[in-house]
């Protein structure tokens, strides 16, 4: 759990960048389902019954993200695996679980809501995309951001509608 604890608050500052070597030492989905968990739970609390629709998409992103980071890495030193691809999209869903427990309290459909899924997809985007592409080139962060960006954007409209 102490692990769990770590990568976890590694995520929690938005300014400060995620470090990416606490989370290479050890790929877990412990803290990931965790967090899918407490963003069904949330979901629940706003009366959306839809169960599988978070563990699938986090499926989905997993898969896509692991496909574009190995084309982009390919027979590099940082080619990443599909579990820890899945850990690392799970670590990334922190902000997003703490956006849908702020979008409890935000009026539904307004500009208010979708100003603040802004920041936390930002917030998301930069986090996967640091953990996910510390063995890519340079050239190729843009390209792994803007997929990570696509990913988050796809969970803050389940919560935005």
Not at 13 to 42: C, K, M, Q, T
Not at 60 to 83: P, T
Not at 109 to 121: N, S, T, W, Y
Request: with cysteine.
């Amino acid at each position: 759990m102490g692990l769990v604890w770590r990568k976890t608050l590694s995520i929690l500052h938005p300014l400060r960048p995620a470090d990416p070597s606490i989370h290479a030492e050890n790929a877990n989905l412990s803290g990931p389902f965790l967090f899918v968990l407490s963003f069904r739970l949330i979901q629940v609390l706003a009366g959306k019954l839809h169960f599988g629709v978070a563990l699938e998409w986090v499926a989905v992103a997993s898969v896509f993200l692991y496909f574009v980071s190995s084309k982009l890495s390919a027979g590099r030193h940082g080619d990443v695996d599909l579990y820890r691809c899945l850990s690392l999209v799970g670590y990334g869903m922190l902000p997003m679980v703490i956006f849908f427990a702020v979008s409890l309290f935000l009026p539904r459909g307004g500009r208010l809501i979708f100003g603040v899924a802004v920041g936390f997809v930002l917030w998301s985007t930069k986090v996967c995309t640091r953990l996910l592409a510390s063995g890519a080139a340079d050239e190729h962060r843009g390209l792994i951001a803007y997929a990570c960006c696509l990913v988050y954007k796809i969970f803050s409209l389940l919560v935005a509608f």
